[in-house]
């Protein structure tokens, strides 16, 4: 699984003109899945995730995580996120997961997600064409790759 996570001061998903999922301040985490993904992946990203101290303590250093700053977060489906750029200037996309595989993978990680944050979480909508509005906070923008866990 790979994520762009960004701290956002607002951020909101619509699709076909009517938004399916908004938040305020918090993190608006860009999900892509491949079909090596497994429950493993999914519990240690979620806790990964909830726990980055990237939030501002009291005397402005990021030191707070989204639970201990009691921010929000928005989960969106991205498939591109494994494009391979290698070869040519088209992407290919093969190393995304099918949504027979992803979606079930991206259920259980957004519960896994509410589980660990201790709140309902915001999502899109598997597979739509989504229009993404964010705030970047800061900009903070951190990028994790589940497969490179020890890097």
Known sequence: MRVVIQRVSEASVGVEGAIVGRIEAGLLVLVGIEE????EDIDWLSSKIVNLRIFNDESGVMNKSVVE????????SQF????AT????RPSYIRAAKPEFAVPVYEQ????LE???GT???TGRFG?????????DGPVTIIIDTKQKDL
């Open 36 to 39: 090596s993904d497994t429950k």
């Open 120 to 122: 309902k979480i915001a």
């Open 109 to 112: 990680l957004a519960k896994q």
């Open 69 to 76: 700053s009691g921010g929000e977060l928005l989960l969106v």
């Open 80 to 83: 591109t996120l494994h494009a």
């Open 128 to 136: 739509a064409d989504m229009k993404v509005s964010l705030v970047n």
């Open 115 to 117: 589980q660990d944050l």
């Open 86 to 89: 290698k070869k040519g200037n």
